[in-house]
């Protein structure tokens, strides 16, 4: 069982409506009994930074400690953002601090928010990404993004007339900025690919 | 690169989708969830729905039609009409949309604007805009409200840099004089819009063949365009609209 971790901000229902739609079995929760039984998370975002995190509250220590415990964690859009270390939205704020960098502003001179379907290169040896190719179009809608400062992440880069982090992984720790609930069939067996290395890891 | 977007509109009215000239003479036009997810499923940007009864009828927004379309439909869908506070904004994003646009509750209160910038995210803030082709000044719009019914004399450019500065992330810029009538968006409007603010500009109203997305696109500056007319009544499906955008170097994801 997956479980969507419920924070009660935002849209997080869409994440729940996808991975239901693959045929597998999800929960929105935020009970610690429930999470400790899950073989994978998912920390959903459509937040502002500082409202999700404080939002979170009690949650973000369980869901800290199963990652670091090893049960795999999917962050997502703003739930991925949360994964670092702090942000700078609407004043300073720290994240879970599961993987080294900041999230900050995207830099001007290009349109804000960075909203739309971009190109997305695939690395290999990311099995969020099997059977995807080299390359797909994902779907993002944000205005910050991570710079990230972890020697031990792997990167899925994308242009936005400067290099942007699309999606990362840090062992059982994985996080995409775009939407996979949102990026039509290729987001739907993203979803999918967690959901099976879950499976393999439990 | 960042692909420009295609984004089919459904104005929704008594649970039908519904499509008229003008704001008015509506014809109806389907079902909103079977039509929302056949263009979800035939490669669509995006989806928005308007609900153009809500806010003349001060009706609750369409929150059960939103929860419906979400458990169908895999790509992002932006939900408006009659939305006056955060709570129902908070509402609507849970039940499953990703963005909520504001009209005439941003003109009536604009901090409407700024609040659920701050607490949902600038991203799922839409600052939507009817405009209406100014008789008194020259070259100028004027914004209009109440599903278009009431014109004020705000001007339709300043508005628009006004709700980006407030946190709108995105803007919806309808021409209600070419709504309908598939002449081609009024590509001063969306031109002047687009040119005066940083955040994205869907170009909306009047699309009819599939050189004015191009022009909406190339001349006008829009990030996406917005049709409803040319997709529902089987003119031109998604595919062939983004095949002959690619065909003219516009980058769309096919």
């Given at each position: ?6 924070y ?10 996808a ?8 929960q929105l ?6 999470i400790e039984k899950a073989?994978g998370l998912v920390l ?8 999700a995190?404080?939002a979170?509250g009690?949650a973000?220590?369980i869901?800290k400690?199963?990652?670091l415990g090893?049960k795999?964690?999917l962050?997502i859009?703003v739930?991925?953002?949360?994964l670092?270390e ?8 720290r994240g879970?601090g599961?993987i080294g960098g900041?999230?900050?502003p ?16 695939l690395?290999?040896?990311?099995d969020?990404?099997?059977?995807l190719?080299?390359e ?7 205005s910050f993004?991570a710079e ?5 992440t ?7 007339g400067f ?9 059982n ?10 990026s039509?069939k ?12 879950c499976?393999k890891?439990? | 690169m960042?692909?420009?977007?295609i984004?089919?509109?459904?104005d929704?009215?008594?649970n ?15 079902d909103?969830v079977?039509l929302?997810?056949r ?7 995006e989806?928005?729905f308007?609900d153009?009864?809500a ?11 939103v929860?419906?379309?979400?458990e169908n ?6 939900v ?13 994003l849970?039940?499953?949309a990703?963005?909520v646009?504001?009209?005439?509750a941003?003109v009536?209160?604009?901090?409407i604007?700024?609040?659920a ?9 839409v600052?939507?805009i009817d ?5 008194t ?6 914004v ?10 705000i001007?339709?450019?300043?508005w628009?840099v ?9 803007i919806?810029?309808t021409s ?12 001063e409007?969306t031109r ?6 940083n ?5 909306s109203g ?8 191009y022009?909406?696109?190339v001349?006008?500056?829009a990030?996406a365009v917005?049709?409803a ?7 031109y499906?998604i ?5 002959y ?10």
């Amino acid at each position: 069982m997956i479980v969507v971790i419920d924070y009660n901000v935002g849209n997080v229902k869409s994440v729940c409506n996808a991975f239901r739609h693959i045929g597998c079995d999800v929960q929105l929760t935020s009970e610690a009994a429930i999470i400790e039984k899950a073989a994978g998370l998912v920390l959903p975002g459509v937040a502002a930074f500082g409202f999700a995190v404080s939002a979170l509250g009690k949650a973000a220590a369980i869901v800290k400690q199963s990652a670091l415990g090893g049960k795999p964690l999917l962050g997502i859009c703003v739930g991925y953002q949360m994964l670092f270390e702090r942000s700078y939205e609407y004043g300073e704020h720290r994240g879970l601090g599961l993987i080294g960098g900041n999230v900050v502003p995207i830099p001007p001179g290009r349109t804000i928010p960075h909203m739309g379907w971009n190109l997305v290169k695939l690395p290999e040896d990311m099995d969020l990404f099997t059977d995807l190719g080299n390359e797909k179009h994902f779907y993002f809608a944000h205005s910050f993004f991570a710079e990230v400062a972890d020697p031990e992440t792997k990167i899925a880069h994308t242009d936005y007339g400067f290099d942007l982090a699309a999606a990362v992984q840090k062992a059982n720790i994985y996080g995409v900025q775009f939407h996979p609930e949102k990026s039509g069939k290729t987001g739907l067996k993203v979803l999918r690919n967690f959901a099976e290395l879950c499976e393999k890891r439990s | 690169m960042l692909t420009k977007r295609i984004i089919p509109c459904l104005d929704v009215k008594d649970n039908r989708v519904v499509k008229g000239v003008q704001f008015v003479n509506l014809r109806d036009a389907g079902d909103p969830v079977e039509l929302g997810a056949r263009y979800s499923q035939e490669g669509a940007d995006e989806l928005v729905f308007l609900d153009i009864t809500a806010t003349i009828r001060s009706r609750k927004t369409i929150v059960e039609l939103v929860e419906k379309v979400a458990e169908n439909v895999f790509i992002p869908f932006t939900v408006g009409g009659g939305v006056q506070t955060a709570e129902q904004i908070d509402a609507i994003l849970r039940s499953g949309a990703d963005k909520v646009s504001v009209n005439t509750a941003a003109v009536e209160n604009p901090s409407i604007i700024t609040r659920a910038a701050r607490r949902f995210g600038n991203q799922c803030v839409v600052l939507a805009i009817d405009a209406r082709l100014s008789k008194t000044r020259k070259g100028k719009w004027h914004v209009c409200v109440k599903a278009g019914s009431q014109p004020t004399d705000i001007d339709v450019v300043e508005w628009a840099v006004e709700g980006e500065k407030s946190g709108a992330g995105e803007i919806l810029l309808t021409s209600m004089d070419a709504d309908g009538t598939k002449a081609g968006y009024d590509i001063e409007l969306t031109r002047a819009v687009s040119d005066a603010v940083n955040i994205p500009v869907i170009a909306s109203g009047g699309a009819g063949t599939l050189d004015h997305l191009y022009e909406g696109i190339v001349a006008g500056g829009a990030d996406a365009v917005l049709m409803a007319s040319i997709t529902h009544f089987g003119n031109y499906t998604i595919k062939q609209m983004k095949e002959y955008l690619a065909g003219r170097g516009i980058p769309v994801n096919l």
